[in-house]
Every structure is written in C-alpha cells, then in structure tokens.
C-alpha cells in the first residue's frame, strides 16, 4: 500500500496563477482532509470531506476549493493563487469508523512557492 | 474558539527523560492526540488519551487530565532519532473527525 501520496512535491506559481493538488489515498479511507503549515503556526485545516462527493470548510478556507468525486481523491485548488498561500501543504486521510479514536494518516506534503 | 499551548522548543540529552506538555482550551473535548514530525517529513501519529491518566506506548507515554485541560508526551531512552517536532491535537467536537493541532515543540536531542 503506497498510504497517502501527493502530486506534485513541489511547485512555484506567480501571483495570480492557478493550479491544483492532488492527494490520493489506496486505504479505503471515509474521511479526507487538506491542511497548510507555516513556520510556527503549526497544522491548520484547510477544508475537508466526510466521503465521495462531500467537502465542508476548515479553519481556514478562503482562497481554496475543494472537491471530492471519487473516494480516493481529494483535490484542492488555488483559483488565483497569493504569495500568502506559500505554504506546505498536507493532504490526509482517517477511516471515520465511527470509534473515538481515529488516527489521521498524512502524504508527504506538497511545498508550494508564490512569487 | 480553540487554543492549545505547547512549549516551542525542548533540548535534552540522548539517553534521558523528557517532558512535553500540552494545556488547552476548547469548546468541546473528545480526545487528545499526539503527532511526530520530523524536519521535511509528515507528520505521524504517536498516541491517543480519551480517558484520565497515562498511555504507553514502548518508550512513549501520554498523560492527560481532563480537569486540568492538560495533557503531556513523555520521552523516555531518548535518541537521537527523536529529534522532530511534536504536536499535541484535540478533537472538539463530537461525530467529528477534525483536529485542532497546537504549534508545535521542536525537540532536540543532544549527545
């Protein structure tokens, strides 16, 4: 099982562009989530989706959409992208079996440059 | 609103005990999770608290207080591999799955 992957490792983007990042997940996963990290700021969630064809906002939302069609992929994307979205990006999945506890299970990360 | 408190950086030496503790305070508690990051890496799960008192988990343990809001990884036989970053997370809501991660503690182990 290759987990959580993520496409592309890397990307610089000029103010403006768009672009879109994939996450891909081979466990069967219900639940899948997209987060940023900023130096010091820690993990914070972008937007996230409880299963095929849902996607519901993080804490940090705005700037980004999200989409959700088949159960294994989660795409984010970056309509106009801002030097404020440089950032590391990570994409991870949980089952959502319902236990109390659910253990998230994260992609290398995506670092994306904006110029 | 959610906040968790953790201290930013941590140095103890290859061999010894260390303590990273985690205060919060959130609108609803259902859990306290603790993650490994290691520079450039992913971060990956360390350990769980739903209950009061200590979880181990091979040279690992996790504490939680619930009536303290306060919960603490401990280290023990540290090597030099620990050295990472180490997140506390709370999941405050019910029939939810998020996490609320605090900022992170940048241990360092030193010879």
């Known amino acids: 099982n290759a987990g959580v992957t993520q496409t592309p490792k890397f990307r610089v983007l000029k103010t403006g562009q768009s672009m879109t990042l994939l996450c891909a997940q081979d466990m069967n996963h219900e639940y899948m989530y997209w987060y940023r990290q900023d130096p010091g700021m820690g993990l914070r969630l972008i937007h996230y989706?409880?299963?095929?064809?849902?996607?519901a906002k993080g804490e940090v939302p705005d700037g980004y959409n999200v989409s959700r069609l088949k159960k294994q992929n989660f795409l984010l994307g970056l309509e106009s992208a801002a030097p404020s979205q440089t950032s590391v990006y990570f994409c991870a999945s949980s089952r959502g079996t319902g236990k109390f506890q659910e253990t998230q299970y994260f992609g290398p990360g995506t670092r994306l440059l904006v110029l | 609103g959610q906040s968790l408190e953790q201290p930013s950086e941590v140095t103890a030496v290859e061999g010894a005990i260390v303590q990273i503790n985690c205060t919060y305070q959130?609108?609803?508690?259902?859990?306290l999770s603790w993650y490994q990051q290691h520079d450039g890496g992913a971060p990956t799960f360390l350990s769980y608290n739903a209950l009061d008192g200590l979880e181990e988990t091979g040279r690992f343990s996790s504490f939680l207080s619930r009536s303290d809001s306060y919960g603490y990884l401990l280290l023990q036989e540290l090597q030099m591999k620990d050295s990472a970053s180490y997140f506390c997370a709370v999941r405050p809501r019910p029939g939810s799955y998020q996490l609320t991660f605090g900022k992170g503690t940048k241990l360092s182990v030193i010879p």
């Open positions: 989706s409880v299963g095929e064809g849902t996607t």
């Open positions: 959130t609108s609803g508690f259902y859990g």
